[in-house]
């Protein structure tokens, strides 16, 4: 077994407890590769912000196990290469199975995901509650979820999005023992999170999608205070990534994405952790692609992977300062 101490990791309680204190968001960038790696890493020195690597079952799969451990700690060290020891995380997003949940933890994740949500309330619980007790013995820490949310990510697929329900929060906390709880009130996996039917039109004519129901937010914060909220589905698909992508030969339709201002109000509540995947590809294909339109002869991956690279590191750089508010955080 090995424990993420081991590995130079932190886990999310201190984490989160200075996020919600601070009034901003702790980065939960997913990666599976080392160009992705070394984009957060960069990106989270430069701006001195925290961050949360993730990981989902798909890409612990794709990458293996053993190297993903010894990535993780190659992060640690290249963040002091850097000049800057922040704080970094590993962690299982949407780990739906003790057994994938315990697995991880032996192999060095400082934090867990159980995602019960498609499961009635009660095996939710028992579920969570299972798999908070194996991992507080390590100092993991554990996210759960209630209310589901709509979208294609990895192995996470759902047609229709259930709203968390606030009057089942408190007990669900108290129950099982979860340091964190992911919600769902309106963000969806994926670059098409909402359909054109779904939004509105302003005034240059570009689609809108509906707000995310910061009602229930708040009503969740009341019935738990100080509590740490997590947003999945959070990625707000920059239509200037989108648009390079079609203009290179790519055919992306109706992606539609989170709008940054309401990820920074929420930031600002009792969401400490807001997990971004799909813009993370939307900028790294949009660069490739560029590149094999622009130079067609091109085979070395390093000229391709390196400006991927950068774009993502770009990216996330401005997520950190004027999104999520983690820039000088560390």
Known sequence: MTNYKDLGLANTKEMFAKAFKGG??????????LEQLQAIISAC????????????????????????????????????????????ALHLDHGDTFELCKDCIDNGFSSVMIDGSHHSYEENIALTKKVVEYAHQFGVTVEGELGVLAGVEDDVVAEKSTYTKPEEVEDFVKRTGVDSLAISIGTSHGANKFTPAQCT?????ILVPPPLQFQILEEIEKRIPGFPIVLHGSSSVPQDQVAIINANGGKMTDAIGIPEEQLRKAAKSAVCKINIDSDGRLAMTAAIRKVFVENPSEF?????????????????????INVLGSANQA
């Open 201 to 205: 039109r302003n005034a240059d004519g």
């Open 300 to 320: 070395d991956p390093r000229k391709y992977l390196g400006p991927a690279r950068d774009s993502l590191k770009e990216l996330y750089k401005h997520k950190n």
């Open 24 to 33: 901003y968001a702790i980065p939960a960038y997913n990666f599976n590769n």
């Open 45 to 88: 020195v430069e701006t001195k912000s925290p961050v949360i690597l993730q990981v989902s079952s798909g890409a612990r799969k794709y990458a293996n196990a053993n190297l993903l451990r010894n990535m993780a700690k190659g992060a640690v060290e290249y963040a002091k290469e850097l000049g800057c020891e922040i704080p970094i």
